[in-house]
């Protein structure tokens, strides 16, 4: 399975990006979920999705500005995520788990990882 990660970009604070990500192979059972490594730091977590769609975790760091989604009849997810800040500057990178059960909060949590898509917001 291969994940192609696309929609980041530059954009002023306040603006909006959608980011996409499209697996080769089944997104479905598995939850999936974008992450992000800001310059000189860690990747962390930022939305995460089960395999249902049903449920969902967010860093309090971007709930109420940013939403996960997926179709895993095209066997994407998605990153809508509205009023932008300085600090959301990082590269972005979608993941899958790839077993059903367990959990799908932290970067240890998934296998498999796209090549990440930079996003630069300006102040």
């Known amino acids: 399975v291969q994940l192609q990660a696309s929609g980041g970009g530059l954009v002023q604070a306040g603006g909006s990006l959608r980011l996409s990500c499209v697996t080769s192979?089944?997104?479905?059972?598995?939850?999936m979920g974008w992450f992000r490594q800001p310059p000189g730091k860690e990747r962390e977590s930022v939305a995460t999705i089960s395999w249902s769609g049903a449920g969902t975790f967010y860093a309090d760091s971007v709930k109420g500005r940013f939403t996960i989604s997926r179709d895993d009849a095209k066997n994407s997810v998605y990153l809508d995520m509205n009023n932008l800040k300085p600090e959301d500057t990082a590269v972005y990178y979608c993941?899958?788990?790839?077993?059903?059960?367990?959990?799908?909060?932290?970067?240890?949590?998934?296998?498999?990882w796209g090549q990440g898509t930079q996003v630069t917001v300006s102040s």
């Open positions: 993941a899958t788990r790839t077993v059903f059960s367990g959990n799908y909060y932290s970067p240890a949590d998934f296998s498999i």
């Open positions: 192979g089944r997104t479905s059972p598995y939850a």
